[in-house]
């Protein structure tokens, strides 16, 4: 019994990691595409240094974990907290959103896909 339990829970664990999914929405449809984490590679308008977001899907959150770029006012645009590493400046600010805003020409990377954004307008969690 206790056995058939565990199978349960595990199938329950491992199907909750593959529902989770995240709506692209663009002025014309919205697609959905099964992820855990995320990467959106974009240039600073002002700084112009190339910045990164790492995001972890939750069921019914985006979180922001961490902001990469290779430019130094760039990210302290975003946190005066950060840090210097092999050729990029990281910080790790935790943010919570419902939805993240895109604009054309965002580096969207999730599994083993990359797409250059064209028409995306934001990312959210489909409900």
């Not at 199978?7 to 995240?22: A, D, H, N």
């Not at 700084?47 to 770029?69: A, D, H, M, P, R």
């Not at 302290?76 to 805003?101: M, P, V, W």
Request: proline share 1%; glycine share 6%; net charge negative.
């Amino acid at each position: 019994m206790k056995l058939i339990f565990l199978i349960i829970f595990i199938l329950f664990v491992l199907l909750s990691e593959l529902g989770k999914i995240i709506c692209l929405e663009t002025r014309d449809n919205v697609t959905k595409i099964p992820t855990s984490k995320l990467e959106l590679e974009f240039r600073h308008s002002m700084y112009g240094g190339c910045i990164t977001l790492f995001v972890q899907v939750s069921n019914n959150k985006l979180f922001i974990e961490k902001i990469s770029s290779d430019d130094e006012a760039s990210i302290s645009y975003y946190t005066d907290q950060y840090f210097f590493r092999d050729g990029r400046f990281f910080a790790e600010i935790k943010e919570e959103r419902s939805e993240i805003l895109v604009n054309d020409g965002w580096k969207l990377k999730f599994g083993n896909e990359e797409i250059v954004t064209k028409y995306l307008t934001k990312i959210f969690i489909c409900g």
